[in-house]
C-alpha cells in the first residue's frame, strides 16, 4: 500500500499543496485533476521521490520512502511518467525498452496492445507528440510497477485513439498495481478510474474526492 | 615497414587508449580533462615493475590496469557529489597534482651500471624491457595493437548490452535513469573505474615502448587531446575516439610540412569538424541509425 500523508509543498512562500492525503492500495485507479498550476505535477514529483516535500510522509507498505533518491521508488516499483515526454533523443523506440530487463513476450505484448509496431524504428523527433507519451507509458509498464503515476498521458489524442488508449490501460495495467492518473478528460477518466481527487487552486489548496462524473465532494 | 611508420603506429595504438578511457567517462555524461594521470600511473607502475623489480610484463600490465583503476575510483569517490563542470576541473587537479608529486619524487637507483627508477624531472630512464626481451619496433606494434584490438572487440560486445545502454542513458538524462530505476552515482563510479584500467593499461605499454618517462610527458595537453578525440571521433561507438586519434596523429603528425603548426592544425581541424558534424563524426544516433539498419531484431 502507498501512503502520502499530510503532503504541503510550497516554493518559496507559495503554496502549492496543502495538506493532502492520499492512499493507493492495489487495484486502485485514481483520477488527479484540478486547473492549471493547482500542483499535480508537483504531487507526482513528490510521490516519486523527484521532488521533497516541505511536510508530510511518503509511505510505502508502512516504510518511509522520505529522503531516498527517485531510483530508490522506481526499485521498490513506483514509476512515472513525465508530463513534457522525456526519452532519449538519440535512441529509436525500440530502443527505449531495452532499459528494462523485462520478459520480451511481456515486452511483444505490450508493443502490440499498444499498436507501436510502426514506430519501433523511429527515433523520437519523428513520431508525433501523442504517440511519444504512449511510448512513455509502455515504458512505464515494462517494470511491472506497483504505483504508476501517469501525467496527462493522453493529451493530444483525439476521441478514437483516446477510447483505444484507455482499453490498452485498463488491459495492461495489472490489476495488483495502483494507478494514480492526471487528466482533464472526463470521458477517459469515466471509463479508467474509480475515485477522482480534485486539487484547487485556492491558497491554501485543498483536496477533495468524489466519484467520476459526479460533483466534487467534500475530501 | 620503416620504423618511422611503425612507430607513428604504435603511438597512434597507444593514445587510442587514452582517447578510449576519456570515451568511457564521457560515456557516463562527465567531462575529464585528467585521463592523462591514470596513463602515467599505468606507466610509472609498469617502468618500476620490469626497470626495477624484473617482474614479467604480465604482472605489469596487470598491475598497472589495476592501480590505474584503483587511482580513477579514488578520483571519482572523492568527488561523485560533483559533477559537470566541477567534475571537469577537479580531475584536472587530480593530474596535475600527481604530475607535481612525480617531479618531486626522487628515487634514482642504479641497477646493471644504468640509472634508472623515479627521478623527478629527469624521469625514469631505461625502461628495458623491449631490449632485454628482442622486440623490434614492429613487434611492439602488434604487440600493441593486438591488445587494442581485444579492448575493442570487448567494448563492442559491451556497447550492445544493457549496461551500456544504462550507462549512456546516465550521461544524458540521469532524472529520466533514476525514474527507471537506475543509480546514477554507481554507473558513474564504475565507468570513471573502468576508464583508469584502460588508461592505466595503455600507460603501461607507452613505458615499455618510449624506454624512458618523464612527468612532463603527462602534462595538461595530453588530457586535452584525448578528450578531443573523443568529442571529434563521436560519441556513438569506440571507434569514434579511434578516428580522432588516426586524424591527429596518423594524419596531421605524418605531414611533416605541418610540424610546427600541428597544434594550430588540430584546433582549427576540431572547430571546422564540430561546425560540420556537431555530434561528432560517430554520433550516437548515427551509430544506432546504423544498427536499426543492420538488424531489424525482435522487440
Ligand atoms: N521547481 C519549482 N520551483 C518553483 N515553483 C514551482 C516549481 N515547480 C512547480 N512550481 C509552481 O508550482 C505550481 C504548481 O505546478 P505544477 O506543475 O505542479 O502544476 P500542475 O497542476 O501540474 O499544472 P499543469 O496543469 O499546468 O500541468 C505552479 O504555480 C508552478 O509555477
Ligand atoms: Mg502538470
Redesign the pocket.
Known amino acids: 500500500m502507498f501512503e502520502l500523508r499530510r503532503i504541503t509543498k510550497s ?2 512562500g ?1 503554496h ?1 499543496l496543502d495538506d493532502i492525503s492520499i492512499v493507493l492500495k492495489p487495484g486502485d485507479r485514481v483520477g488527479l485533476s ?1 486547473g ?7 504531487l507526482i514529483n513528490i510521490a516519486t521521490g523527484f521532488l521533497a516535500p516541505s511536510s508530510g510522509q511518503i509511505l510505502l507498505d508502512g516504510h518511509s520512502l522520505n529522503d531516498q533518491p527517485p531510483w530508490k521508488y522506481a526499485r521498490a516499483g513506483i514509476r512515472r511518467s513525465f ?1 513534457t515526454s522525456r526519452l532519449v533523443p538519440t535512441l529509436t523506440v525500440r530502443d527505449q525498452f531495452r532499459f528494462e530487463t523485462c520478459d520480451p513476450a511481456r515486452r511483444r505484448q505490450l508493443v502490440a496492445h499498444s499498436a507501436l509496431e510502426d514506430v519501433l524504428d523511429l527515433f523520437p523527433f519523428q513520431v508525433p507528440l501523442p504517440v511519444l507519451r504512449k511510448i512513455e507509458v509502455v515504458r512505464a509498464l515494462l517494470a511491472d510497477p506497483r504505483v504508476l503515476f501517469l501525467d ?1 498521458p493522453s493529451a493530444g489524442l483525439s476521441g478514437e485513439e483516446l477510447s483505444a488508449f484507455a482499453r490498452f490501460l485498463s488491459r495492461n495495467v495489472s490489476g495488483d498495481a495502483a494507478l494514480l492518473i492526471v487528466e482533464h478528460r472526463q470521458d477517459l477518466m469515466r471509463v479508467l478510474v474509480d475515485e477522482i481527487v480534485t ?1 484547487e487552486s485556492h491558497v491554501p489548496s485543498v483536496a477533495t474526492a468524489g466519484k467520476p462524473a459526479e460533483a466534487v465532494g467534500d475530501a | 615497414m620503416s620504423l618511422y611508420v611503425a612507430s607513428t603506429l604504435t603511438n597512434v595504438a597507444l593514445i587510442s587508449f587514452l582517447a578510449l578511457s576519456a570515451y568511457l567517462v564521457l560515456v557516463v555524461g562527465e567531462v575529464s580533462f585528467g585521463q592523462q594521470a591514470f596513463f602515467a600511473i599505468g606507466a610509472y607502475v609498469t617502468a618500476t615493475v620490469t626497470a626495477i623489480f624484473g617482474g614479467h610484463i604480465i604482472l605489469a600490465l596487470f598491475l598497472s590496469t589495476i592501480a590505474g583503476g584503483l587511482a580513477a575510483l579514488l578520483l571519482a569517490a572523492l568527488v561523485i557529489r560533483l559533477s559537470g563542470l566541477y567534475f571537469a576541473i577537479a580531475s584536472l587537479c587530480f593530474a596535475e597534482l600527481l604530475r607535481l608529486t612525480l617531479l618531486r619524487i626522487r628515487i634514482p637507483l642504479e641497477i646493471d651500471g644504468r640509472s634508472t627508477g623515479m627521478d623527478g624531472p629527469e624521469g625514469f630512464s631505461n625502461i628495458r624491457w623491449i631490449f632485454e626481451n628482442d622486440f623490434e619496433v614492429t613487434d611492439f606494434l602488434i604487440l600493441t595493437v593486438v591488445c587494442l584490438l581485444a579492448l575493442l572487440l570487448l567494448l563492442f560486445y559491451f556497447e550492445r548490452t544493457t549496461v551500456m545502454l544504462r550507462a549512456r542513458l546516465v550521461g544524458r538524462d540521469s532524472l529520466l535513469a533514476q525514474s527507471l530505476g537506475v543509480r546514477p552515482d554507481h554507473y558513474r563510479m564504475a565507468f570513471i573505474g573502468l576508464s583508469g584500467m584502460v588508461a592505466g593499461f595503455g600507460g603501461a605499454l607507452f613505458a615499455l615502448f618510449n624506454t624512458h618517462i618523464e612527468p612532463q610527458m603527462f602534462g595538461v595537453m595530453l588530457g586535452v587531446h584525448a578528450l578531443a578525440y573523443t568529442v571529434i571521433g563521436g560519441l556513438g561507438a569506440p571507434l569514434g575516439p579511434l578516428i580522432g586519434v588516426g586524424i591527429d596523429i596518423g594524419l596531421l603528425e605524418s605531414i611533416r610540412a605541418l610540424s610546427e603548426y600541428r597544434m594550430i592544425a588540430f584546433g582549427g581541424l576540431v572547430a571546422v569538424l564540430l561546425i560540420i558534424f556537431p555530434q561528432g563524426l560517430l554520433s550516437p544516433r548515427a551509430v544506432n541509425r546504423l544498427w536499426g539498419r543492420i538488424r531489424r531484431r525482435d522487440v
Open positions: 516554493f518559496g507559495v502549492v484540478g492549471n498550476g493547482t500542483g499535480k505535477s508537483t508530463q496527462e486539487l
